[in-house]
């Protein structure tokens, strides 16, 4: 009679077990809204993961930043209490300050050297990222930051007359900014337009698709055409959450944000083109430099590096990225 009973409890707490195994939800947050293409993409992969793993385990996302900032999204991706996050270079930096080293100015300037940078570096960013607890589930570019001010601005000096607004929370290149001349003004995104009206402001470093939807053209007039930096994002996961998967559905996790990553770096540089030509057709003025200005700003970046460098950008990678581009840039007959 023991035996049987002990049997029947042995079946109720094997069964109570998978169905906890079954209800298994990853909470991954995101601060972009969900009616961007972002937030359509992480919806669309999100079912597809959950149906790959047969719902054994299901995946959640909170979109417009209702977990908070990305700060605060990472004490919780440590605590547990989120499984998985969105993040920008910013905030891949706060896990891993070598991220940074992707957002120096003018260092990477085209789609085609971003491809050949992430084909040669992204599984060292990666192993930086594992290295301190977290798993790189996909890649996703958000287009490039640039210039967009009240006045024309074709020069650094120019720039450095007037108040550039940049997000709020990233200390370390605005400092840099900062040391090079540049007046830097934090400013929350949702602000940005209240700045440039009071006059805190004259000029964003941000991305066309942000200046697009918050209406900030309105305002900024002049678009510097020049890609300063590119914007890299990544979904990132934490270790506990990924060994927590079936090793059978990791593969098809993995397959899966592969391909919607694939998809939405296209459709992102057609984004921000079709969003810079709107606002031209609302007035914006698209100001292009010549190859003489452009030097100098270029030449202005590379004398401030060395200051920069083993500080806010990881040197070695600095390096090694320049030597990548160099050889690329070099096979193509350009500078």
């Known amino acids: 009679m023991k035996k049987i009973k002990l049997l029947i409890i042995l079946l109720i707490l094997t069964a109570a077990a998978g169905t906890l195994y079954a209800q298994r939800v990853i909470k991954v947050a995101s601060m972009v809204p969900e009616n961007t293409p972002w937030g359509s993409a992480l919806n669309k992969m999100a079912a597809e993961w959950t149906a790959a793993c047969n719902g054994e385990v299901t995946f959640q996302i909170f979109h417009n930043g209702v977990a908070g900032s990305e700060l605060d999204v990472l004490r919780k991706l440590k605590l547990n209490q989120i499984q998985a996050a969105v993040f920008s270079t910013v905030g891949m930096s706060a896990i891993s300050q070598e991220i940074m080293t992707l957002s120096v100015p003018f260092l990477i300037r085209t789609d085609d050297e971003l491809d050949i940078i992430l084909a040669n570096a992204k599984d060292d960013l990666e192993k930086l990222l594992a290295g301190k607890g977290f798993q790189v589930i996909a890649w996703a570019r958000a287009g490039w930051v640039k210039v967009f001010s009240k006045t024309p601005v074709y020069t650094p000096a120019e720039l450095k007359r007037i108040k550039l607004g940049t997000v709020a929370g990233q ?47 309105g305002i900024t007039k002049n678009m510097m055409n020049v890609n300063v930096a590119p914007i890299m994002g990544g979904l990132i996961m934490n270790q506990p959450a990924w060994r927590s998967i079936p090793d059978k559905y990791k593969p098809k996790i993995l397959e899966i944000a592969k391909t919607i990553e694939k998809e939405m770096d296209m459709s992102i540089i057609s984004l921000e083109k ?43 990678l600095y390096n090694r990225f320049s030597e990548i581009l160099k050889n690329y840039r070099s096979s193509r007959g350009t500078n």
């Open 171 to 217: 200390a370390e290149l605005m400092q840099a900014f900062k040391s090079m001349g540049y007046q830097m003004i934090p400013v929350d995104i949702t602000e940005i337009v209240t700045a440039l009206n009071s006059g805190m402001i004259d000029a964003v470093y941000q991305s066309p698709l942000i200046v697009a939807g918050n209406q900030v053209f």
């Open 274 to 316: 079709d969003a810079i030509n709107t606002m031209k057709s609302y007035g914006l003025t698209i100001n292009d430099l010549t190859s003489d200005q452009l030097k100098v700003w270029y030449d202005e970046t590379d004398k401030a590096m060395p200051s920069l460098l083993g500080t806010t950008f990881n040197r070695d």
